[in-house]
């Protein structure tokens, strides 16, 4: 019987598909899942707070739910949103010794994969304009020039990247 697109979900399929009896997997598989968060999460750690709850019921696939949507879900997603934003905010290159290009560039590309992964994602013109507005280092200046007066042939952050990373090792 057909129950329509994406009915039943992954989770109701593989219950339904599991032998229930006499050996019961999944709740082998739940309890040794709850051992291993308990293991995990002893009772002093913030961790703790979010597994207490299935302490009773022993029910591993509940604690672990409530463990990744409190620490993977929406409020994480906005922390690591603003921290990345901060911190592009924040970087400029300058040229100092204990600061070289390519860990200015790695941090740029962090930002920008952080961004992108919680579906905040600039335009590649936007990070190719952050990358080159923030790089203030005298050495770098014509390279800078050449990547803005090109647009065509530094249409992606990563062509930027190489390019500039590249010049500044020759």
Not at 39 to 50: Q, V
Not at 117 to 137: A, F, G, V, Y
Request: overall charge neutral; hydrophobic content about 35%; glycine content about 4%.
């Amino acid at each position: 019987e057909d129950l329509g697109w994406g009915q039943p979900t992954l989770d109701e399929e593989m219950i339904r598909r599991a032998r229930h009896a006499p050996y019961h997997p999944y709740l082998v598989d739940n309890l040794y899942l709850w051992s291993v968060l308990r293991g995990m999460f002893k009772e002093p750690s913030p961790g703790w707070a979010w597994i207490s709850a299935f302490q009773r019921s022993r029910n591993g696939r509940a604690a672990y739910l409530d463990l990744t949507d409190h620490y993977l879900g929406p409020a994480h997603r906005n922390r690591q949103t603003a921290e990345a934003n901060a911190m592009i905010e924040r970087l400029t290159f300058t040229g100092q010794k204990n600061f070289t290009l390519d860990h200015y560039l790695g941090k740029m590309k962090h930002c920008f994969n952080t961004l992108e992964r919680h579906n905040e994602s600039l335009s590649e013109h936007r990070k190719i304009q952050l990358i080159t507005d923030k790089c203030n280092d005298p050495k770098m200046e014509s390279t800078v020039r050449v990547v803005r007066a090109m647009p065509d042939a530094f249409d992606t952050v990563e062509k930027v990247i190489n390019y500039m990373s590249e010049i500044n090792n020759t």
